[in-house]
Nanobody, 124 residues
Framework: QVQLVESGGGLVQAGGSLRLSCAAS????????MAWFRRAPGKEREVVAHINWSGGITNYTDSVKGRFTISRDNAKNMMYLQMNILKPEDTAVYYC?????????????????WGQGTQVTVSS
């Protein structure tokens, strides 16, 4: 089992940057596929990016490609989301998610463990 805690959210102007972190407790973090999801007001939770167990395979939703970067540091039990050129439409609660599997996926139902979320607000 793993517990996830997100941090790094906040209020930023359009065009700015934020770096989200997800700290995982428990052992064998490198056996977990990880992902970032977000839920904007009035919308369904959607995948932002996901990463396989080693960090060697990453995938992004089209709206963040070229602006966001997902990464992980298995030695530190950490996952990150570097968000650049932020837009007002990126405003949402961001969640990290994990599944004890080598392969990640963009389906919300794939993941077994979730953090509590961190709010990102981008002003225009």
């Amino acid at each position: 089992q793993v517990q996830l805690v997100e941090s790094g959210g906040g209020l930023v102007q359009a065009g700015g940057s934020l770096r989200l972190s997800c700290a995982a407790s428990g052992r064998a973090f490198d056996y977990y596929a990880m992902a970032w999801f977000r839920r904007a007001p009035g919308k369904e939770r959607e995948v932002v990016a996901h990463i396989n167990w080693s960090g060697g395979i990453t995938n992004y939703t089209d709206s963040v490609k070229g602006r966001f970067t997902i990464s992980r540091d298995n030695a530190k039990n950490m996952m990150y989301l570097q968000m650049n050129i932020l837009k007002p439409e990126d405003t949402a609660v961001y969640y990290c998610a994990a599944r004890p599997d080598h392969y990640s996926d963009n389906d919300v139902s794939w993941y077994d463990y979730w953090g509590q979320g961190t709010q990102v607000t981008v002003s225009s």
